[in-house]
């Protein structure tokens, strides 16, 4: 017969086991009651790892651009224009961004200005050419209405031009311009309807010498507006055609009044080409100007 423990005997009195069992569960318990207050303290002092990027981000779009403008804008002789563009636009806080500049080249009667243009007393028929920078414009385009019923969305635009095209060879008025207004368009069944106003407060040049001739250029605040119409006739074109129109920024010169079609290809979600040909309609608007455009993104 297998002698029976002492201890063992002493664990099947009941009483004893009564008297036990208190601090065994606790012996048994306290290292579970260790781990989960470490996990406890662990959980309210670790901070997440920050990833290295984010899965997503607006991209940015670079557009490279070239245009041709050419108007006699009341003299007896034509100005001609060249400019190739370098634009940028991204998306930050709900904002659309844009930032551009250009190099000019310019043939123009001397004392004319590439921007404005101004009643005469002189008419100069001397030609000269220029070239340089030109004016750099920033502007921040925002969304603050959108009518679920209708689809019809407002946006504040805010813009600037910096003065950064050689006024002295009539490149610019060397003086900034700044402009605000709102822009609004309404879906059709196929197409968009779209337009906006916007008031510029003029930089006024005063006294300046251009190409050598001595000027006295004094600018007005203006209104302008403008109304579009745009479809997509096949997929990935778009096609539009458009009127501007503005007050005239000097005394004696006319409404600035053009009429534009544009159409534009999306060769990808990142890429596409637009072009463009303008006609003006009075002689503050040059008799017309064409274009074309290539953007990508990254």
């Known amino acids: 017969m297998t002698p029976v423990s002492k201890n063992k005997n002493k664990l099947s009195d009941p009483s004893v086991r009564q008297r036990l069992s208190f601090p065994v569960k606790a012996f048994l318990l306290f290292p579970l009651l260790l781990a989960f207050s470490a996990a406890g303290r662990c959980e309210e002092t670790v901070i997440p790892a920050v990833p290295d990027h984010t899965d997503y981000r607006e991209p ?30 991204w998306t930050a806080y709900d904002t659309d961004f844009l930032l551009s500049t250009s190099y000019l080249n310019r043939t123009a009667p001397a004392g004319t200005i ?9 008419v100069t028929p001397r030609l000269v050419s220029a070239s340089g920078q030109g004016d750099i414009y920033a502007s921040a385009n925002r969304e603050v209405l959108e009518d679920p019923a209708t689809a019809i969305a407002v946006n504040v635009v805010a813009s600037v031009k910096i003065a950064a ?8 008025t060397g003086k900034n311009d700044y402009s605000l207004g709102l822009t609004a368009s309404y879906p059709l069944e196929k197409a968009m309807l779209s337009g906006g106003t916007k008031y510029t407060v003029l930089g006024d040049p005063g006294k300046l010498k251009v190409n050598g001739i001595q000027e006295n250029i004094r600018f007005q605040n203006v209104w302008s507006a403008y109304i579009s119409l745009s479809t997509e006739f096949v997929p990935r074109n778009t096609s539009a055609i458009s009127f501007t129109a503005e007050q005239p920024s000097g005394s004696g010169t006319a409404y600035y009044q053009a009429l534009e079609i544009s159409s534009s290809y999306r060769f990808s979600d990142s890429g596409g080409m637009r072009i463009f040909a303008n006609k003006g309609m009075t002689q503050n608007s040059p008799d017309w100007s064409a274009g074309l455009g290539l953007y990508t993104s990254f």
Do not use: P
Request: aromatic residues 10%; positive net charge; glycine residues 10%.
């Open 165 to 172: 095209a050689d006024a002295a060879k009539g490149l610019g």
């Open 114 to 122: 590439i921007t404005r243009v101004k009643k005469r007393i002189t």
């Open 60 to 89: 940015v779009y670079v557009d490279l651009g070239y245009s041709y403008t050419r108007g006699n804008y009341g003299e007896s002789v034509a100005s001609e224009s060249h400019a190739k563009t370098l634009s940028f636009q």
